[in-house]
């Protein structure tokens, strides 16, 4: 094959390539990373004028979803409780590629000292990104060996046209 050929191949494997990053972009971090709490463990002894603002913030932080795109009251709220000592342990689930974590038996558990937004938001967020990459390793493998194939196409369908060449 001649160079003109290796340069077309090279400039669509090029395109090829960068279009579906940016596919591989908009499917792993381009959406928002959501999580609920599945468990809210709080205290043994609560003080009687904060039970209920705990109570009803447990049930709260357990009943909805906490997306990055949105306010997260209930998550500053657990994390108040926490420094205040009266939220001992929380088990968060997270919406991943093939659903709700703790449907498939996967729940992520942080102890007193972890219980931060930014620790949670940190871990969440990390796992929910290596399931979304992980739920497109096939796609991956195949897109990024098609060019290779074009390739072994081209430089057969080349080589076989020469052996029909007239030689002198």
């Known amino acids: 094959m001649n160079r003109g050929w290796w340069r077309l191949w090279l400039f ?13 972009y908009s499917k792993i971090w381009l959406p ?7 468990s809210v463990s709080v205290a043994e002894k609560i003080p009687p004028d904060q039970k209920a603002h705990v109570e009803d913030t447990q049930k709260k932080a ?3 979803k906490i997306c990055e795109d949105n306010t997260w ?5 657990i ?5 205040d000592k009266l939220v001992s342990q929380v088990g968060v689930q997270w919406l991943g590629p093939s659903g709700w974590s703790l449907e498939r038996g996967t729940l992520d558990v ?17 796992i929910v ?7 497109l390793y096939l796609t991956i493998v195949v897109v990024a060996s098609i060019p290779f194939v074009f390739l072994l196409v081209g430089i057969g369908f080349s080589w076989v046209r020469k052996g029909f060449r007239a030689r002198p």
């Open 62 to 64: 357990r009943s909805g």
């Open 110 to 126: 942080f102890n007193e000292g972890e219980i931060t937004s930014e620790i949670i938001l940190r871990r969440i967020t990390s």
């Open 12 to 24: 669509l494997s090029t395109i090829w390539f960068f279009g579906w990053a940016v596919y591989g």
């Open 73 to 77: 009251p209930s998550l500053l709220n």
């Open 79 to 83: 994390e108040g409780l926490a420094k």
């Open 129 to 135: 990104y290596r399931e979304r990459l992980e739920a």
């Open 32 to 38: 928002a990373v959501c999580f609920s709490f599945a």
